[in-house]
């Protein structure tokens, strides 16, 4: 398993421990299951703030997370101002 895929489970992990539980009849991703193991955590930290999806219907679980979404999930969890521009010289700008 790719380090990117592991820090995306670990963070998955870590909101479902710190969530509380929510009731889920039906996601708006089509490829979040509702009985998938990850489904609360996905809702919780989508309802949050913290983590959109990749569309309005995919949220794309098992896609392999880049630097720059780690850096903007922990900075969404420290509570930092969604609106600010950040770069990395090494990361294509629409990535």
Do not use: H, Q
Request: hydrophobic content about 45%; proline content about 3%.
């Amino acid at each position: 398993m790719k380090r990117s895929s592991k820090v995306f489970l670990l963070l998955l992990c870590t909101l479902i421990l710190l969530c509380t539980a929510v009731s889920v009849s039906a996601t708006k991703w089509t490829d979040v299951p509702d009985d998938a193991w990850y489904t609360d955590a996905v809702v919780e930290a989508n309802r949050l703030g913290i983590m959109n999806g990749t569309s309005d219907t995919t949220f794309a679980p098992l896609k392999n997370l880049t630097r720059a979404e780690y850096v903007a999930i922990l900075f969404r969890l420290a509570g930092g101002e969604a609106n600010l521009d950040f770069s990395f010289t090494d990361v294509p700008a629409d990535s």
